[in-house]
């Protein structure tokens, strides 16, 4: 079974553009998280998407917005984008939507902006 | 807000040596426990998770972890640690029942010299 997948492996964009990143979720899974990994910050929830709707966001400024598609798989887009949104991006995607779910993360896409 | 401590950032250990993680939450409610592994090279694996029933808990490759409510700890342990545990582990949280995202610590890089 296919495990999350990420597109692209790597970005570099420089500053003022946009970036978009790519999620497919596992087979079957509903529930889509994006995280950012940033350096010196760790590990931040950034946006859920369950059922193609947003469910909740992070901590982040409205320039960090997605959507989820009708096969579930998911984008991340950054606009306006500034230096310190250098960081690796990670989705993760669950069966349902319970807390206790298990949530499988992707490899990352790395964003780097110059 | 909920908020994940793990105090160890490096922790360097021979072969054969015992692991024990420290990992601290903070927040009122009921949660959900998580342990996360990167490997060199590799994405984010669960480790092992708690939600209810018995406070200790078996993970995959030898790993277990200990709730202690009173103490707000959810500590890893390895009675004996292998060259192939090296990797960087992250303790997350999320409460019961509400929010889905995970909140995680700042992860502790554990070196394991063979």
């Known amino acids: 079974e296919a495990g999350v997948t990420q597109s692209p492996t790597h970005l570099i964009k420089t500053r003022g553009q946009q970036a978009t990143l790519r999620c497919s979720p596992i087979s079957g899974h509903t529930s889509v998280y994006w995280y950012q990994q940033a350096l010196g910050l760790g590990l931040q929830f950034l946006l859920w998407?369950?059922?193609?709707?947003?469910?909740n966001r992070g901590n982040f400024p409205p320039r960090f917005s997605g959507r989820q598609f009708p096969n579930y798989s998911s984008e991340l887009n950054v606009n306006a984008l500034e230096l310190e949104d250098s960081a690796l991006y990670l989705c993760a995607s669950s069966l349902w939507a319970r807390s206790t779910d298990t949530q499988y993360f992707g490899p990352g896409t790395r964003l780097t902006v110059l | 807000a909920q908020s994940v401590s793990q105090h160890n950032h490096h922790v360097i250990l021979s072969e054969a040596a015992s692991l024990e993680l420290g990992c601290n939450y903070s927040?009122?409610?009921?949660?959900?426990l998580f342990w996360y592994v990167q490997y060199p090279g590799q994405h984010l694996q669960l480790l092992l998770k708690?939600?209810?029933?018995?406070?200790l808990v078996k993970g995959i490759k030898g790993f277990e972890a200990e709730f202690i409510k009173s103490k707000f700890s959810f500590n890893l342990r390895k009675p004996s640690v292998q060259w192939s545990d090296t990797a960087e582990y992250f303790c997350?949280?999320?409460?019961?029942?509400?929010?889905?995202?995970?909140?995680f610590g700042s992860g502790t890089q554990l070196t394991v010299l063979p």
């Open positions: 998407y369950d059922e193609g709707e947003e469910r």
């Open positions: 997350a949280v999320n409460p019961s029942g509400s929010a889905r995202q995970l909140t």
């Open positions: 708690y939600f209810s029933g018995d406070p």
């Open positions: 927040y009122g409610g009921t949660v959900n």
